[in-house]
């Protein structure tokens, strides 16, 4: 594996898995669209699934993780529904039901940037998600309040967890990481640079033992975010984003 393609094979998202059908539930719910970003962010063309529930001034944005879908935010759906919000969801590309092959944080931030329209009520991002709010935010997305499930922080550390785990030589890996560095500027992978001058409210969520993204990159993002608030929660990365209490202290936060 020479240096492009591993950097290929690091932007190509896992193969999707089939819905559950709580997912299939949620999706049936939702007013489904469909909308093309040319040139795409890391495809040449990518047809972004869109999917909103409820109509109401204050709308709430889902921002899933790498690998996830939007459907995977079902059990916040009605709950914030309930609660009087407007919901938006999208699969980013490469993911769920939208196109492409590859993807990546500022691929995400580009999508949710569109689907928002320029300001929401709130924002919850999981994992990767989380970064990609950021970097929207950073671009001029404007967002009252701001939700984060296991949020991934240093990507680039994620890039030395991929060179790691496939075992990739060092020559290769130093040329990897020159072409990620090429690529994508110190102020799209470094969460906690970003975050330093927002003024916006932010929660935190993040288990101490999360397997999948460190508690340290919470931790990071706390302690940049000005006046954040980081809860731990002991229930892992991916059941966070069903744990009942998560979402009951989400909602609260999220209507102030």
Excluded: C
């Amino acid at each position: 594996m020479d240096s492009a393609s591993a950097l290929q094979e690091f932007l190509r998202p896992p193969t999707p898995l089939r819905n559950l059908k709580r997912e299939e539930a949620i999706l049936d719910r939702a007013e489904t669209s469909r909308f093309r970003i040319v040139p795409g962010t890391e495809n040449d063309v990518e047809e972004v699934a869109v999917y909103r529930w409820g109509k109401a001034d204050r709308r709430i944005l889902l921002v899933h993780g790498w690998g996830g879908k939007a459907a995977q935010f079902f059990s916040f759906v009605g709950p914030l529904l309930e609660s009087g919000f407007e919901v938006i969801g999208f699969d980013a590309p490469a993911h769920g039901l939208s196109s492409g092959t590859f993807a990546s944080g500022p691929a995400f931030a580009r999508a949710a940037r569109m689907i928002a329209g320029g300001a929401v009520h709130g924002i919850i991002g999981h994992s990767l998600g989380a970064a990609a709010t950021v970097i929207a935010l950073a671009q001029g997305l404007v967002a009252e309040r701001v939700v984060f499930l296991s949020p991934a922080s240093f990507i680039e550390l994620l890039l030395e967890e991929f060179i790691r785990l496939r075992k990739i030589p060092e020559p290769v890996a130093i040329e990897l990481r020159q072409r990620f560095a090429a690529r994508y500027a110190a102020e799209i992978v470094s969460v906690p640079l970003m975050v330093k001058a927002f003024r916006i409210p932010v929660l935190i969520f993040h288990d101490p033992n999360d397997r999948d993204i460190p508690f340290s990159h919470g931790e990071a993002i706390a302690a940049a975010w000005p006046g954040a608030e980081l809860i731990p929660a002991s229930v892992g990365h991916w059941r966070i984003m069903r744990d009942q209490t998560v979402i009951e202290q989400t909602i609260r936060f999220l209507n102030g």
